[in-house]
């Protein structure tokens, strides 16, 4: 695959040049243009000590990784990540919005003095805009073509010639250049268009039941207009437009549907795993890399198919966090998503940094672990910005707090992710779901009428969070 890479990065000189923006602190910026493989960009290398690799994506859940559990979607580039490095089992985002999630990491960046030898390369054209931006020297928008398009279909698309293919050849230059890439991109909620024959099973075969036993039998006649107007739409094995579904399902969508966007899905987080191991390859083997997402994506939980579709739920805030280097430790708490610029500020300062201490691992997965002789407390990162210590995330939504995930409940407010302002209950009411934790993976049972205590409890965190906020 890097062979076709580097045959592609020869051929970009007469490609359109593309628009980058320097951003300074004062928020001043300027444009200009640069070819992505032009060699003038080495006399802008900002030296780094080591380089690092930041990889994130919005609408990116762990459900289609295999790494997190996944059984029907391979993702072996991610598996070998995760067995070497640290995994955050249940990292929650603190908010809806992933453009809010990128500015929370990229402002808990911006007094890191290292944080301007990283260079951004996205096709996310809204990153510019952000005042968060001024944290960063350089960044690289590189907007999707293929976006313009919305019924095209991806059987045309090689590799390198999607919207992240892109991406990682202009990442993988910069790496080479010696540089830090924080490479984000938003192509899962706005074009798949990954080629579908990544998938783990490409061509669909239909199982012939009882074909030989009546083989001979003779053929019944119908009437065969009657026959066309009452067939049931054909699902297909995997759907070949780029648009990203954001469809509600209903007691008239043929369930196979499901399964269908999952394979599409997956066809695309095996290429986001692709990406990853080109990009891997040019990198030390103790080079620092770190995987994650700004948002979640449901794929049929609660009735939804889509990037913030159908109502708030686990589906859209729960997302992957792996970090390179760490033994294969998982952390199996909930933590914050924004344990991501933890994680970035630990390797900038000390490369070879712990991010979880062996006693803090020991805390997390044995009962009873602490002992008068390891005193682990005394051990543990006493970092007051790691959100690993807090034993909760509240989730808001347009400023208003409409979830919070603990270690033992998922409490929500169940209203439809594309309201504007949620207006938040003086208490517990139907609108308010309960669903047990680690155990109740997909939300499936609201419990809240079998266990008010604890929803009054919870709700009441909520509202304590709404007014400390105002």
Aim: proline share 6%.
């Amino acid at each position: 695959m890097w062979d076709v890479f580097d045959e592609w990065l020869k051929n970009r000189s007469n490609r359109d040049n593309r628009n980058t923006r320097h951003s300074e602190r004062a928020h001043a910026a300027i444009d200009c243009t640069f070819n992505p493989t032009s060699r003038f960009l080495t006399q802008r290398k900002f030296g780094p000590k080591q380089r690092m690799l930041i990889f994130t994506l919005e609408g990116f859940t762990p459900a289609a990784i295999s790494a997190y559990g996944s059984s029907w979607n391979r993702t072996p580039a991610i598996d070998r990540m995760a067995a070497e490095g640290v995994t955050w089992n249940r990292a929650i985002t603190p908010v809806t919005d992933p453009l809010e999630q990128w500015d929370r990491w990229a402002n808990a960046l911006a007094d890191t003095p290292r944080a301007k030898e990283i260079v951004v390369i996205t096709d996310d054209p809204r990153l510019l805009e952000r005042e968060s931006a001024a944290a960063f020297e350089e960044i690289v928008l590189l907007e999707s073509d293929n976006e313009e398009d919305s019924n095209h279909e991806v059987e045309t698309f090689e590799i390198e010639d999607t919207s992240i293919g892109r991406l990682t050849a202009v990442a993988a230059d910069r790496l080479a250049q010696g540089d830090s890439v924080w490479l984000h991109s938003r192509f899962l909620t706005h074009c798949w268009d990954a080629p579908r024959e990544l998938s783990d099973d490409s061509v669909a075969e239909e199982p012939a039941y009882y074909a030989d036993e009546y083989e001979d039998d003779l053929p019944i006649e119908t009437d065969t207009a009657d026959d066309e107007d009452d067939a049931p739409e054909e699902v297909p094995f995997m759907v070949h437009e780029t648009t990203p579904p954001d469809h509600r399902i209903t007691a008239e969508d043929d369930p196979d549907w499901i399964t269908t966007w999952m394979r599409t899905y997956g066809c695309q987080i095996k290429l986001v795993d692709a990406m990853l191991d080109v990009l891997d390859s040019v990198l030390e083997p103790d080079a620092t890399v770190v995987l994650g997402g700004t948002s979640g994506f449901a794929l049929g939980q609660n009735g939804g198919i889509g990037h913030r579709t159908g109502p708030w739920r686990s589906c859209h805030l729960h997302v992957p966090i792996v970090c390179s280097g760490g033994s294969g430790l998982r952390s199996r708490m909930v933590a914050s998503a924004d344990e991501v610029a933890v994680v970035i500020s630990t390797r900038l300062s000390d490369p070879s940094g712990d991010l979880m201490p062996t006693e803090r691992f020991v805390l997390e997965n044995v009962e009873n672990a602490t002992t008068e002789e390891s005193e682990p407390d005394e051990s543990l990162r006493s970092d007051a910005t790691s959100p690993s210590h807090e034993a909760r995330v509240i989730t808001q939504h347009r400023n208003v707090p409409i979830a919070i995930t603990t270690n033992d409940w998922f409490y929500v407010l169940s209203e439809e992710a594309g309201t504007d302002v949620p207006s938040l209950p003086s208490d517990s009411d139907d609108r308010c779901h309960l669903y047990l934790k680690p155990d109740d993976f997909d939300d499936f049972n609201n419990v809240v009428r079998l266990r008010l205590e604890e929803a009054d409890r919870l709700h009441q965190t909520l509202l304590n969070e709404f007014h400390r906020a105002e």
